[in-house]
């Protein structure tokens, strides 16, 4: 199975802020990456696909980047609705893993 | 666009069977891809289950194969999880969720969620 760890497990910021949160595949994942937000107490949601397509609804302060192995979510202007906790995903292949998870906190 | 509504999730003692179902409405359910993922109490996602459109391809998490059976009615746009053997760690919320178009594959729209709970 292709393991994802995601980094930092845990970040604060402030509304205005730019933040990074990495994703490292333990090989190739041929761009088949994906990030969700999850709020507590409701689904995930899709943000971004095949690494850097942004889904039909999101604002663009969001953005996916990378390549081989490792991939970015940039959230640019922290909005307060934006305070969740985000996951990647791989889907090169199956099982369809997920990320550990980052909790995004309100400095 | 595609809303999903799962049912079916409650309390189960551990051995014993439960089946999961998501109604799918909206845009054609039958040309979508659909899976099973779930998140047990204060913990992450889990991908457990895929289905392709026409049900004649379907994969499983090891840590569920040979216990749970995904299978899909595109006459009456429902998707079902059979889960059989429950066990402890069994307990969590299961989401299902469409598969989106296109060359790569992705989980687009999801239900809210149904509850599991694995005990004696």
């Known amino acids: 199975d292709i393991q994802m760890t995601q980094s930092p497990s845990s970040l604060s910021a402030s509304v205005g802020d730019r933040i990074t949160i990495t994703c490292r595949a333990s090989?190739?994942?041929?761009?088949?990456l994906n990030w969700y937000q999850q709020k507590p107490g409701k689904a995930p949601k899709l943000l971004i696909y095949?690494?850097?397509s942004l889904q039909s609804g999101v604002p663009s302060r969001f953005s996916g980047s990378g390549s081989g192995t490792d991939s970015t979510l940039t959230i640019t202007n922290l909005q307060p609705e934006d305070f969740a906790t985000y996951y990647c995903?791989?889907?090169?292949?199956?099982?369809?893993?997920f990320g550990q998870g980052t909790r995004l906190e309100i400095k | 666009q595609v809303q999903l509504v799962e049912s079916g999730g409650g309390v189960v003692q551990p051995g014993r069977s439960l089946r999961l179902s998501c109604a799918a409405s909206?845009?054609?359910?039958?040309?979508?891809?659909m899976h099973w993922v779930r998140q047990a109490p204060g913990k992450g996602l889990e991908w457990v289950a895929v289905i392709s459109y026409d049900g004649s391809d379907y994969y499983y998490a090891d840590s569920v194969k040979g216990r749970f059976t995904i299978s899909r009615d595109n006459s009456k746009n429902t998707l079902s999880l059979q889960m059989n053997s429950l066990r402890s760690e069994d307990t969590a919320v299961y989401y299902c969720?469409?598969?989106?178009?296109?060359?790569?594959?992705?989980?687009?729209?999801w239900g809210q969620g149904t509850l599991v709970t694995v005990s004696s």
């Open positions: 969720a469409s598969q989106g178009y296109g060359s790569f594959y992705y989980l687009d729209y």
């Open positions: 090989q190739t994942i041929r761009a088949s």
């Open positions: 095949a690494t850097s």
């Open positions: 909206g845009s054609s359910f039958s040309s979508h891809g």
């Open positions: 995903q791989q889907s090169h292949a199956i099982p369809f893993t």
